[in-house]
């Protein structure tokens, strides 16, 4: 009870000081809006005055500037009319006529004259031809000096000025002088003009002759001055004019200054006491005179005042705080009493984010422990114990049989009785399965952690398309479906990306079309992206021989599908294919301009449609197609089996690959999945490159034969055409037998045909027996030996039953699905064509004992298990191996010298893991290396010999592969269990048959 009191007393204290913050903080929040509200609106006062100070500079500069351009212009004027003209164009009464009237144009001038340069050698002739005498500023002759200025034309305003000699005041000599040198127009310190007496400024300005250059010199100048203008400025009526025009004269002050003597400003305009606490801003006047500076200062009449929004609204936001922090209080106990619920809410819903956070990376970062922690098959007792164990996993029986594969491969390499070997052979396709299960969950992991990362090699398509419907062989021809891959000619045939992700995304779209198609047929088709769409658009909407686009049928009743079965998507008509066919470039034409820019690009987006006359997708479950672990309804397990991930992993694989994944699907009639994946242009042959090559490249002995295909249907002739063209064979695709007939030589041995086909393929749904009566005594014929110089015969047939009927008929019947590999094969064989000799190590088995036999190897492995399976891989073709269990021990029989020739080192081991060992092994053979060189000789160092031992790591990562880290710890390569021939052949090859011995 104390300490709940004192614990209610804590938050008590707490609370008042919570409030006496909370007003303190209210007041400081007030008095810092106040302060910024109000130097805001000192700020906004100054932006004001600065708008209406640099306002009125700018004009005052532009109609003194105007002023000064009409002074030049009577100058141009005095000096192209005026002088060496005899009689002169211009008399004292005309420019005082013509400078009266112009006067307008000067309004800021009182009055202009014009002041003649007389030499001191002129000065009688000048004042004989003028009929008077020049006079000084004091009204007396003016004294004898080199030059004069008398001013011999003058406005009426100025007429005082007649007769007088300019040069004799002091100031106005120099004002003189500095005009002529300078070209521009000067100004004289500031005086009281006569008659207004106002403040003002005399303005002079030199008069040249016209034959002055524009870049004439300072002694050009001078010797060119003929004459000089000038005139009195009245600034105080220049200003005064110039603020009466403008708004808000009532608001400020305006003073101008001539601050040529910067300690000292003489005043041109404006009152001389000032407030000097109200803002003030100055801005420069140019009139021109470059050896006077003047000034503009304006300021306020009054201070500024302070605005009442800079009171009001900081009191109001004083009051909202106070009303703000009353809410708070009266609502903390309210607070008070849901904070717990909340916290522990908070709690379960960061544990239970945090479990599915830990789920994800367990099952993303542990593939090893996964695939590897096997004691070989268990016993059903075991089995079954050791699952009720792990059920809190969530991993049930994914987690077995992995090792179990490859104890089972070992045991099936031993001698079996045939009930033994079938039950073997169940336990392997058993563990296979769910091998592929293991994966599929892990991908999914991956996934979900982000972990997942795509390699970038150069593959060959068209292999792997050939080698993924290789795998549903024997299905379709169980189900008898068709069952085919179409590459269009424009794809590349080598591009660079993930070979095996992509294998992955297409082996679960056909595996799925071919569980769930019963009959009709499974087409899978590759083109490019950009043909795809803009070609599926047109036959859409119609815009391709006058068509609606819709699936065409024949006359029969069967649609001009592969099968004849009517597909889901009814773009995948005859018509759609024709625009994918390379040898139909005629109705690409109005495509070829839209398409030629998009071969240049280094990458390349495919689009893949899977195609099948299946059960259809529900309406109902179409929205969760692509949800992991879903499927269409309870049943579908029950009757095809799966778990629902494939399409799951497959959609983000493809969105990985920069495209998508759609389908279309209609109940009872089919489904078509459609995705696009980027890749890139690979320029590189990968057919010299076994490391990388899928599969054999396709011979070319059959380039140039010729072939007839009987089959009526089109969209599957054009697939049987394009697997032949790949092996260089001429098709011609004919829909009637008579064409085959002709193709027999006659009782004379003439043939019909002028050109002889070497092969005639025949679809099996074509071939009638009882009707075809003429070609089936041919074949009789042909097979009894009387036509010697008939054609081979080859029948396609969909089921293995088919080629047992007629195959004492035909020549050979070939069972789909085709690939162009298996009649290359089945060519021939039939027409005894020599093949070029296969590599060596084609034949894996005897290759990989011919580099093994008689080595040794080290096997590395925590796992007993593990350990037994790769010495026994190792062992079958001839390698001696010991095995060790942990990297001390590995590294404690490979200090050099040692006899051992190659070491397979597993990753993930406790103590050392196998990245650390390896480097250890490299740092002994660095130092035993050195060693060796300091006491070789010369002619012993030139043919020295390093101790470096091919390290292979062993890992069941099957999700991303270890190559980098593996390199960088020193390794050569890894392997991944279990073991395959592929596998070891391709890293042994490359190592061990070029590994000298080590031992010394």
């Given at each position: ?418 009930t033994q070997k079938d039950y073997a052979q169940t336990a392997q396709m058993c563990g296979r399965a769910l091998i592929t299960l293991i994966n599929d969950v892990l991908d999914r992991a ?555």
């Amino acid at each position: 009870m104390a300490g709940k009191y004192s614990g209610a007393r804590t938050n008590r204290r707490w609370r008042g000081l919570a409030a006496a913050a909370w007003v303190l903080i209210a007041v400081a929040g007030a008095a810092v809006m106040h302060w910024t509200q109000r130097r805001q609106s000192m700020d906004r006062a100054e932006e004001r005055l600065v708008s209406m100070c640099e306002e009125r500079a700018r004009m005052l500069q532009e109609q003194f500037g105007v002023t000064v351009n009409h002074v030049h212009a009577i100058a141009i004027l005095i000096a192209t009319f005026n002088y060496e003209k005899s009689p002169p164009a211009i008399d004292p009464d005309t420019f005082a006529t013509y400078t009266a009237r112009t006067s307008f144009e000067r309004p800021l001038l009182n009055g202009v004259a014009y002041a003649q340069r007389v030499f001191h050698h002129e000065r009688e002739m000048f004042e004989s031809q003028q009929g008077w005498i020049m006079n000084t500023m004091q009204r007396e002759p003016a004294p004898p000096r080199d030059e004069y200025a008398p001013v011999i034309f003058s406005q009426d305003t100025v007429s005082y000025l007649a007769r007088i000699d300019m040069m004799s005041g002091e100031e106005d000599q120099e004002n003189i002088l500095r005009a002529r040198t300078t070209g521009k127009a000067v100004l004289t310190n500031p005086f009281r003009l006569l008659g207004s007496n106002h403040l003002g400024v005399v303005l002079t300005f030199a008069v040249y002759r016209p034959d002055l250059p524009a870049d004439a010199s300072v002694e050009q100048r001078v010797e060119a001055t003929i004459g000089y203008l000038g005139g009195g400025f009245d600034v105080e009526s220049l200003v005064e004019n110039l603020l009466s025009k403008l708004a808000g004269n009532q608001d400020i002050v305006v003073n101008v200054y001539d601050v040529t003597n910067a300690s000292e400003p003489m005043a041109l305009y404006g009152p001389s006491i000032l407030d000097e606490q109200v803002p003030l801003h100055v801005s420069m006047l140019d009139f021109g005179d470059p050896f006077r500076r003047h000034e503009m200062r304006c300021r306020y009449r009054q201070k500024p005042p302070i605005p009442w929004s800079t009171i009001t609204n900081p009191l109001g936001l004083f009051v909202i705080w106070m009303l703000l922090g009353y809410s708070i209080a009266a609502a903390y106990s309210r607070y008070d009493k849901v904070t717990e619920d909340c916290r522990k809410m908070e709690e379960l819903k960061t544990q239970a984010e945090a479990a599915d956070v830990a789920k994800s990376q367990f099952l993303a970062t542990v593939s090893h422990e996964i695939r590897t922690p096997m004691n070989g098959v268990l016993g059903t007792y075991a089995f079954v114990l050791i699952l009720l164990n792990l059920q809190f996993l969530g991993l049930g029986n994914q987690i077995f049989l992995t090792s179990g594969v490859g104890m089972l491969d070992m045991l099936l390499g031993t001698d079996l009785t045939m009930t033994q070997k079938d039950y073997a052979q169940t336990a392997q396709m058993c563990g296979r399965a769910l091998i592929t299960l293991i994966n599929d969950v892990l991908d999914r992991a991956k996934i979900e952690a982000g972990k997942l990362e795509l390699e970038a090699v150069p593959f060959d398509l068209r292999s792997l398309m050939d080698d993924v419907i290789s795998l549903f062989s024997s299905k379709s021809r169980e189900k008898c479906i068709e069952l085919a891959v179409f590459v269009c000619d424009d794809v590349p045939k080598v591009v660079l990306g993930d070979p095996w992700r992509f294998r992955q995304i297409l082996t679960n779209l056909v595996g799925n079309a071919v569980k769930f198609t019963e009959r009709g047929h499974v087409f899978v088709r590759v083109c490019l992206a950009e043909n795809s769409n803009m070609e599926a658009n047109q036959v859409l909407h119609g815009t391709m021989n006058g068509k609606d686009g819709k699936v065409e049928s024949t006359t029969n009743g069967a649609f001009n599908t592969l099968s004849g079965f009517e597909a889901a998507d009814r773009r995948n008509s005859w018509q759609y294919f024709k625009l994918l066919l390379s040898n139909k470039e005629s109705l690409l034409d109005d495509l070829e301009g839209e398409n030629s820019n998009l071969s240049d690009s280094d990458h390349v987006t495919l689009a893949i449609s899977i195609e099948d006359t299946g059960v259809g997708i529900p309406l109902q479950a179409q929205d969760r197609v692509f949800t992991p672990f879903m499927q269409a309804d309870s049943s579908t397990s029950r009757n095809y089996g799966g778990t629902g991930i494939g399409l799951s992993i497959s959609k983000c694989l493809a969105e990985l690959m920069g495209g998508q994944i759609s389908f279309t699907s209609r109940p009872f009639v089919g489904s078509t999945f459609t995705f696009s994946a980027t890749l890139k242009r690979s320029y590189k042959d990968i057919s010299v490159d076994s490391s990388r090559s899928l599969s054999e490249a396709l011979p070319t002995a059959f380039k140039g034969m010729k072939a007839i295909l009987i089959d009526g249907r089109p969209v599957r002739s054009a697939v049987t055409k394009y697997h032949l063209k790949r092996l260089g064979i001429i098709v011609q695709v004919v829909n009637n037998m008579s064409t085959v007939v002709k193709a027999f030589p006659g009782q004379n041995g003439a043939t019909v045909s002028r050109e002889k086909a070497t092969m005639l393929f025949i679809e099996s749904d074509f071939w009638r027996p009882e009707t075809d009566v003429q070609l089936l005594n041919h074949l009789r014929e042909h097979k009894n030996g009387l036509l010697s110089d008939a054609p081979k015969v080859v029948l396609l047939v969909t089921s293995e039953a088919d080629k047992d009927n007629y195959g004492s008929i035909f020549d050979i019947v070939m069972c789909k699905p085709i690939r162009a590999s298996t009649i290359a094969s089945s060519i021939q064989q039939l027409l005894k064509v020599e093949m070029p000799k296969r590599k060596e190590n084609q034949n894996r088995p005897s290759f990989l004992r011919s580099l093994l036999v008689g080595k040794n190897i080290l096997v590395v492995d925590d796992n007993k298990v593990n350990l037994r399976v790769a010495a026994a891989a190792l062992k079958k073709y001839g390698a001696n191996v010991s095995c060790v269990e942990s990297g001390k021990d590995a590294i404690s029989l490979l200090q050099p010298p040692h006899s051992f020739h190659a070491c397979f080192m597993d990753v993930q081991m406790p103590e050392m893991d196998g990245f650390e060992a390896t480097r250890q092994i490299r740092q002994m053979e660095m130092k035993a290396n050195e060693e060796r060189k300091n006491k070789l000789s010369l002619t012993e160092a030139s043919t020295f010999v390093e101790y470096r031992l091919p390290v292979l790591a062993m890992t069941a990562d099957v999700i991303q592969a270890t190559y980098e880290e593996c390199i960088k710890s020193g390794m050569d390569g890894y392997v991944s269990k279990p073991f395959d021939e592929e596998q070891l052949c391709q890293v042994v090859s490359r190592l061990v048959v070029e590994t000298t011995d080590s031992a010394v």
